[in-house]
C-alpha cells in the first residue's frame, strides 16, 4: 500500500512540474489559446452480453510545427456477464512530427482499476493502480492521426488492454 502512494505523489509531482513549466513557457506568448488543441476520444461497443465504454478528452499544446506536449483524463466501464470493471486516471502525451505525414509519440498513463469476477458464486474484487507507457507512430493527415502504439510497461494480468499493441485514431482540433 505504502508503494502506491509513493507511485501516486510521484506522479502528481511529475504533473504539477510539468504545469508549472507551462506557466513560465506561457508568460511570454500573448497568443496562448491559439496554440491549444483540443481533441479525445469516445467509444462504445457491445455484444450479446458485454458492453464497453469510454470517455478520454485530452488537450495539447502546439510549441512549434513539430512539437506538442499535453495531458488527458481517462474514465471507461466494462460489464460483461461475470465481469465488471471501472478504470479512471490521467496521461502525458508528447507528439513528434519530423515529418507533416509523420507523428510520433509517447504518452504515460496512469490508471486506477477496479475489478469484480464472478467465478461460481465467489465474488473477487481487484483494485489496484496501472502504468502504461505507449511509444506509438501515426501517419498523420490535418488533423487525424491513425496509427500504432505499444506499451512498453505492459502487463498481461494488470492491464486494462487486451495486448500490448494498440491502434489508434487521434483527433486535435
Known amino acids: 500500500m505504502k508503494v502506491f502512494l509513493i507511485q501516486k505523489i510521484k506522479f502528481l509531482i511529475l ?17 496562448f489559446w491559439s496554440h491549444v488543441r483540443i481533441g479525445g476520444n469516445i467509444g462504445i461497443g457491445f455484444t450479446d452480453d458485454t458492453f464497453n465504454g469510454i470517455l478520454a478528452p485530452s488537450a495539447v499544446y502546439d510549441f512549434n510545427n513539430q512539437f506538442s506536449l499535453g495531458f488527458g483524463l481517462n474514465f471507461g466501464y466494462t460489464d460483461a456477464r461475470n465481469f465488471t470493471a471501472t478504470n479512471y486516471g ?3 502525451i508528447t507528439l513528434y512530427n519530423p515529418l507533416p505525414a509523420l507523428q510520433l509519440s509517447a504518452e504515460f498513463e ?4 477496479s475489478r469484480k ?3 461460481e458464486g465467489l465474488d473477487i474484487n481487484d ?19 491513425v496509427g500504432l502504439r505499444y506499451d512498453v510497461l505492459y502487463d498481461d494480468d494488470k492491464s486494462i488492454y487486451a495486448s500490448a499493441y494498440a491502434p489508434f485514431v487521434r483527433v486535435f482540433f
Open 15 to 31: 504533473v504539477f512540474s510539468i504545469f508549472l513549466s507551462y506557466q513560465q513557457g506561457f508568460s511570454q506568448d500573448d497568443n
Open 90 to 92: 490521467a496521461s502525458i
Open 110 to 113: 496512469q490508471m486506477g482499476v
Open 117 to 119: 469476477f464472478e467465478i
Open 127 to 145: 483494485d489496484y493502480w496501472y502504468p502504461a507507457l505507449f511509444i506509438g507512430a501515426g501517419y498523420r493527415i490535418g488533423f487525424v492521426s
